[in-house]
């Protein structure tokens, strides 16, 4: 059954709950708000049916097909999908054949969805060029990888990019609960009975996927209606049953978050053979290397961070040279990436300090800044007060200077803290300085 042609109040014996409980209506859509939310030109653009061209970027299972699925069943234009994986160009010349034929005789427009669109070549994405700029087709692209390396600039160019986001585990929570609660596509009529814990654990495993979300809880579903001890799922359960090798996004025989986990902390305990060890795990059983090189960009960031500058450095050229030569050539070059990661300094400075922004921005919202750090464009914002008493640092000595950069409300805050190791010991005696120096020139 294709995801476009669903009948909104019908299921598929067999079908998969992630494919049943894809949201029909943007009302069903978890997160995302920054694009879809309410009054935000994207909403507005399905709602009146004056999508243009796009390409979603985002993780999997953050909701890119299943946007697409929306806007098709709020168009009245013509939708195609055409996937880069099982699909050529000359199935391509076909939809554009039908769509010339349909603009010209109908004046309809057809809205062609490609799905995993960075898996096309220049030559391939070259052939949506004409097509998408003479307005014979609204191209809609869904790409896990970043569109600025995977989509040729003439393309990208022409379209507008819109990032979705890694779910949260308040959404992929509420997707699981919805599902438990729809009799029709969901689990409702079963009647079983899920901790909140386990709720929390799928929401947990599936970080940010809800189609793994769902799968958890189809999988542990099967298990305890089949048990026949009652239809309770529970927290251990679904750890149980994220560890089986049945579970739909295994790879090769290995369970794909435990193999990430344990590679994420040989390199946090400093452990260089742990870590190619894991590495090779993954790897040999076939593991995208881009996925892998992904996390370790992170955790450049999130456990090395300026302790070691030259750590992020070393992981996004990894990435290019996984985009360059690709497997099994580029094997070296995460396992360079990997044994720096195992025997670099550690800070989660970054992580901390950036997690207390974050819950700040939540706690207390759009705060205004400081009228004297604003810009001051125009005659008018010069007159209401913008970037009235900046002071200008190069104009003071040691190109320093003492002024609020916060908002009222969280002035005095510190979220930064380096760690007293590695780099972030030269960062931090340089903060240190410089806080001395701003103090004996107000005691001056």
């Excluded at 896990?144 to 949260?168: A, D, G, H, Q």
């Excluded at 070393?314 to 990661?341: I, N, R, S």
Aim: with cysteine; glycine share 8%; charged share 30%.
């Amino acid at each position: 059954m294709d995801l476009f042609d669903q009948d909104p109040g019908g299921t598929v014996e067999g079908t998969p709950l992630a494919d049943r409980m894809r949201p029909r209506y943007l009302s069903e859509f978890e997160g995302q708000d920054s694009i879809v939310g309410p009054g935000r030109p994207l909403r507005v653009a399905i709602e009146e049916d004056a999508v243009s061209s796009m390409v979603f970027w985002g993780p999997p299972g953050s909701g890119k097909t299943t946007l697409a699925g929306i806007i098709a069943g709020s168009t009245d234009a013509e939708f195609a999908r055409f996937s880069a994986v099982t699909a050529g160009v000359p199935e391509l010349r076909k939809i554009i054949a039908a769509a010339k034929d349909r603009r010209k005789f109908n004046s309809m427009r057809t809205i062609l969805f490609v799905d995993e669109i960075h898996r096309f070549n220049k030559a391939q994405q070259d052939a949506f060029l004409p097509h998408v700029e003479d307005g014979t087709i609204i191209l809609i692209g869904a790409t896990t990888e970043n569109p600025s390396f995977e989509v040729i600039s003439p393309l990208l160019s022409r379209v507008r990019v819109y990032v979705l986001k890694r779910l949260e585990p308040e959404h992929l929570e509420n997707i699981v609960r919805r599902a438990l609660a729809d009799n029709e596509r969901g689990l409702g009529g079963m009647a079983l009975e899920v901790d909140d814990d386990a709720v929390e654990a799928m929401a947990a495993i599936a970080d940010g996927d809800a189609r793994i979300a769902l799968n958890l809880l189809e999988l542990s579903s099967r298990m305890v209606i089949n048990a026949g001890d009652g239809p309770r799922i529970t927290a251990e359960l679904v750890v149980k049953v994220a560890q089986e090798k049945t579970v739909l996004y295994d790879k090769a025989g290995e369970e794909h978050f435990n193999l990430i986990s344990a590679l994420h902390k040989s390199l946090r305990d400093s452990d260089p053979d742990g870590g190619l060890y894991w590495l090779g795990r993954m790897l040999q059983s076939g593991e995208d290397p881009l996925y892998i090189v992904r996390r370790l960009i992170r955790f450049a960031s999130e456990d090395v961070g300026n302790a070691d500058p030259q750590a992020l450095t070393l992981c996004v050229a990894a990435m290019q040279a996984c985009h360059f030569v690709g497997m099994p050539e580029c094997d070296l070059a995460l396992a360079q990436a990997v044994t720096y990661l195992a025997a670099a300094p550690k800070s989660n400075s970054l992580e901390a300090g950036y997690g207390e922004v974050k819950r700040d921005v939540r706690k207390y919202g759009a705060l205004p800044v400081p009228l004297h750090i604003r810009n001051a464009p125009t005659r008018l914002m010069k007159e209401l007060g913008y970037g009235r008493g900046y002071r200008y640092a190069h104009d003071f000595k040691d190109h320093i200077v003492a002024q609020q950069h916060l908002p009222d409300e969280l002035v005095g805050k510190r979220y930064y803290r380096p760690a007293d190791r590695g780099f972030e010991r030269r960062i931090s005696e340089r903060l240190e300085r410089r806080r001395r120096e701003l103090a004996d020139r107000e005691d001056d």
